[in-house]
């Protein structure tokens, strides 16, 4: 069966993908309105609610950038992870009930939607529009250009494809995307990250008992194999240190509250009382499947450090080489699919928000009015923001550009420090006001991308989005307490109440 | 103290750290240095001599962190519903994890110090507690979510007012309808 390592897995890939095209033309036949493309109609169970939250939560970068960072910076990514129950909380204590409420009272699609009702302000509806956009633009590219590098290097290992170029890849990937995407909408991406949610997690389980076999000793003695090399690898802050830890620790925490491909789903539970079980099933979901970003990294580290394996030319390798060399065929075969199934259905959720942005939120912020037949023009957006997506993920890889870089690293720390000070507040707390509001968005953008454009490197390693989540905050707070308490609309008001 | 200054003032203790931190001088290799054989991994060498005499202000960061998130949780529970068992299974979360914290950083400074360490699960003692006293705590607080959901969370008379309210805001709603068609969700 090894012989066949490569045509396994390109075979269960295949099979993935066979999947995703069936699961688009389903949704399809679901999606009648807008309602449907963007929220799911807000009738899912919470086993569904579940498996997505979890899975938007681990994206590719969980199978790829995740073991990739154990790999060269010890157990410092080990912040990103472990605070999973921190930010669930946060997110289900504070986010998922009054969220669902607005959404249920004022039909909204959308976050930005969300945001309008409770501030009144269409300046802050417009300012996050834009922020979900350049978020969406940036994660889209780098996970179009992930997926088609893995599937070149996996076609590439054939005979038959062994000089396929980087361009088919993307146009075969983004082929099937657009397919499921435009057809199915939310509904799509949501039963494939059942899927893939599932996928994970009992991967997350294999690769655990795979990695403990490497040693006899398991995970401890390679970690003892680390700890020889340099301690600070193996202790619990890893090379980077311990504020630049801590730090990916908050914003993976606090920041899991202000992430609107997440915190939408929360918006499309049948019953807010199933939070009570989506909750749980979550965080179990993501312990299993994080399973696999630290066996894999450690167990790597470990076996290059004592010579076993040949050391990796970047970090990212990590997780491929593993697989190759140490799991079954079969259960590289399911991992292989499972990335696959995580930047799909990832790719999905931030179209389809990144879709709502344009023709929904954008267009109410500017005229008052959303476009004339949303669900056409959701669907021919959906396939203009693909298209632009990965011209912008090619140009960037051959013209070696930072843009994509950029808006990558736009990521989860912007999302959070521009959106959790206005939604965590915002649905908690009376006094918030649409000023405060949109002074932290703005102050968390310029501080987000000054950090990052001019290539500032903080003392002691402080991260950027650290200190533009923990400043948004704060000047939001202010901000708030020094205008007069606003006066809300009654049905919001009464939403505060419950 | 309301609960809305003692969140505001988390986060401008956290804010003044950051800066004593940001105004500091970083010593050399305080995020790591490249590894001498293998150019893809990185090495974080002597730990103590990185912290810079700063140590002591991360770990108070921390502390606040952990008090913040617990703060947070409580501004989303509605305050009638604040009562001494809420605060009383919310204290002790915010007790497990600072004392998770706590025995972590100790540990982890005299691991620096000495080279020695308990070992739990074969991990050392700070590794270890990081790996599931970290991860536990957090989810602690997802036990409080379950066992409170009808008690304070979502009590059947907030569904109620809900339903009712919704309920009111389907009926002006319904002559617009041909522009978002709703869904056949129930919002319960």
Redesign the interface.
Known sequence: MDAYRVEISLAFVLVYMVFCVVVGMWAMRRT?????FF?????LGPMVVALAVFSSTLSGFGFVGGPGLV?????SS??M??????????G???VS?RI??IA????A?SLPDVIAARYGSEWARGLTAVTILLGVMGYLATQILAMALVLQSLLGATETFADISLVTCVAWSLAVLVFYSVTGGIVASVYTDVIQGAIMAVAGVLILLTASSIYS?????A??VI?A????????????????A?GW??VF??GLAGQPHLITKMMMN????D??II??MS?VGY?LAALLW?SIGIIM?AT??DGSMT?????DAAAPVFLATFAHPLLAGVVFAALFAAIMSTSDAFLNIGTAAVIHDLPNAISGR?VNN?LFWARVVTCLITLVAAAFALYSYYGNDRLVALLGAFGWGTFAAAIVPVV?FGL??R?ATARAAVAAIIASLVLNFAVEIFSIR?????SGP??AI??S??LF??IS?LEPEPKLDP?ID??M?? | MRLINVILLLLLAILGLLGVLLLGESPAGATGQAHDRFAAMTVGGDGLARLGGMGWVMSAIQVLSILLIHSLIALGINERHRNTTFWALLGSSAVISLAVWIVMYLSYIEFLETGASTLILGFPLPTALAMFGVFIGGSYLCVIYIWGFRRFVYTEEDEAAYEALRAAAEQPRKPNASLFHIGGGSDA
């Open positions: 009648h309105d807008a309602s449907d929220v799911a109609g807000r009738h790999y060269s910076s010890g157990l080990l912040w992870v472990i605070v999973a129950g921190f930010g669930y909380a946060i289900f204590f504070l009930k669902r409420m249920g009272v004022r039909d699609l000793g398991g995970l401890p003695e970690s003892a700890l090399d340099d301690a600070e690898a193996a202790l619990p802050f890893g090379t980077l240190g311990m504020i630049t801590l620790g908050f925490g606090v049948r019953k807010i009382s939070n009570r909750f749980p965080l312990a630290f580290r290059v450090l050391p990796l030319d970047a970090p959303s949303e965590v908690n707390w006094r903080l003392p002691f390693g402080v650290f200190l923990v400043t905050m704060t707070m202010v307490l049905d009464r939403i109440d419950l």
